[in-house]
């Protein structure tokens, strides 16, 4: 066999052997990954401009004027005031103050304290008036915790968080809680459905104190809503460039011997 028509034959073999991989369900698996990383990547495009304009609503929330909580609230006031500031009125039922957790602060173990308040009406809701040390589990250490006299309460509106699938059931007949159930929580203390969190104020030095003292320390004037969609869409994105990359790589149509020795030809004619 001639050297010209081995090389027809070897071009022929290259040309068969390739089209066989380009067609096979190995490369269509292969073209799937790049495509799903950039669908997931526009998603997370799409997701990054509902979380900051959801964002700014909150911000927008936060910063307007407190008002007072109704009487009777409903599922969707709550909905649409979630994050609101609101001014509430009433005394603590201290018979069935409930400790959430544990919930460590900086590092520290504690506890989320929820206390019913009963208010002028006698309706009443839930309030997590903040964290406490473990140390001050029972009430008798931190008498400051329990005022007698009515209070007033400034507050975000806030929905219940729930549990994971890692969080253990809370046991309302023992009253332990490891999530802010509001179901039961609102059951076990006969209350509305309404949760609100107390804000801690700004000032430092009354932060020291209520921790030294075992007054809860309530949550901080701040949005506090994990953003994390950019790094997403860079990541998916990034994936489908890498995987593309490596598609067009594996799957380019390999050199037969002859179209080799045309470019080694053609290279050192061009070097001569």
């Known amino acids: 066999m001639s050297a010209t028509v081995r090389l027809h034959a070897d071009a ?4 068969s052997e390739w089209k066989s991989r380009l067609y096979s369900w190995k490369t269509i698996v292969m073209c799937t990954v790049p495509l799903l990383a950039f669908g997931l990547g526009t998603w997370q495009v ?10 700014d609503e909150v911000n927008d929330r936060m910063h307007r004027r407190p008002i007072a909580l109704p009487l009777r609230v409903t599922s969707d006031e709550i909905s649409q005031n979630e994050y609101r500031r609101v001014i ?18 900086e590092g520290e173990p504690g506890y989320i304290l929820v206390t019913p308040l009963v208010r002028e009406d006698g309706s009443r809701i839930l309030v997590s008036r903040g964290w406490i040390r473990r140390e001050l589990k029972d009430p008798k250490s931190r008498p400051l915790s329990q005022p007698a006299d009515s209070v007033t309460v400034v507050a975000f509106v806030r929905r219940a968080t729930g549990k994971n699938k890692f969080t253990p059931e809370s046991s309302p007949e023992n009253n332990e809680w490891y999530s802010l159930d509001l179901d039961l929580m609102s059951k076990h203390a006969d209350t509305q459905q309404v949760l609100l969190e107390v804000i801690q104020p700004e000032s430092t030095t009354a932060a020291i104190h209520d921790a030294r003292n075992g007054v809860p320390i309530g949550v901080p004037f701040q949005v506090d809503i994990r953003n994390n969609h950019l790094q997403y869409l860079i990541t998916w994105y ?12 594996t799957l380019r149509k390999p050199e037969s011997a002859a179209a080799k020795i045309r470019r080694l030809r053609s290279k050192a004619g061009r070097i001569l």
Request: aromatic share 14%; charged share 20%; proline share 2%.
């Open 46 to 55: 799409r997701r990054l401009k509902w979380k900051l304009a959801l964002l």
């Open 88 to 105: 509430v009125y009433g005394v603590f039922d201290y018979n069935k103050e409930m400790l959430v957790g544990p919930r460590s602060l």
């Open 12 to 15: 022929s073999v290259v040309g």
């Open 238 to 249: 990034a994936l489908a460039v890498i995987t593309s990359g490596m598609l067009f790589y």
